[in-house]
């Protein structure tokens, strides 16, 4: 692998810890209706979007006689799709606090749960970016997909919290935003991976 290559894979790192510091401050912001950290997660995302034209002009330079570059050229769109996704659970939070919606017990213990498996993917992604360690790359593909599966499980669950009135339609519209959000993130995450490490 060229020295180009190397340098271009470590901007990928870069990228995907941006976005696992996003996470971290959007649950932050969620825990403690905090705006400020809202506002620095906006700020990552601007500069993961700015990176992403960056990287993808870099890569599509030489990809046409790089076959290592022609394998990433895709990545740096996957992880800026994986910030705009944060952004709409950014977004999602923001109007939570504005408005003053109050979660359920069972909502907040189930975005906690998404946010702690989702920052561990993210972290995984993260390492094997660096070190295409295979392993890593299965952990993240079917930790991936078990959190789909779980948020889709908790989006049923809250239609029953729905339909006996534990939650208000506008919280709702506002917690399935961000159930979904996860997914998509998770979604192309698992993306970056596989074509980082052909899992």
């Known amino acids: ?12 790192y870069l990228m995907l810890h941006k976005s696992l510091e996003m996470l ?33 002009a870099a890569l599509s330079k030489i990809a046409k006689d790089n076959a290592d570059a022609r394998k990433l050229l895709a990545v740096p769109a996957h992880i800026e799709k994986i910030a705009y996704n ?15 919606l109050l979660f359920s017990d069972k909502a907040i213990q189930e975005t906690g749960t998404l946010f702690a498996k989702a920052k561990d993917i993210l972290k995984k992604a993260g390492d094997a970016a660096v070190t295409s360690n295979a392993a890593l790359a299965d952990a993240v593909k079917s930790e991936s997909e078990a959190l789909i599966k779980m948020a889709d499980a908790y989006a049923t669950q809250h239609e029953d919290r729905l339909v006996t009135g534990e939650c208000s339609p506008k919280t709702s519209s506002t917690y399935l935003c961000i159930l979904y959000s996860f997914e998509d993130a998770v979604s192309h995450t698992k993306e970056v991976v596989r074509k980082l490490t052909g899992k």
């Open 1 to 12: 692998m060229s020295d180009q290559i190397k340098d271009l894979k470590k901007d990928i």
């Open 24 to 56: 971290n401050l959007i649950e932050d912001a969620h825990a403690k209706n905090k705006m400020s950290a809202l506002d620095q997660a906006e700020d990552l995302a601007k500069d993961i979007q700015v990176k992403e034209d960056h990287l993808t």
């Open 86 to 100: 944060l952004r709409r659970m950014s977004d999602g939070i923001r109007s939570k606090i504005k408005e003053g």
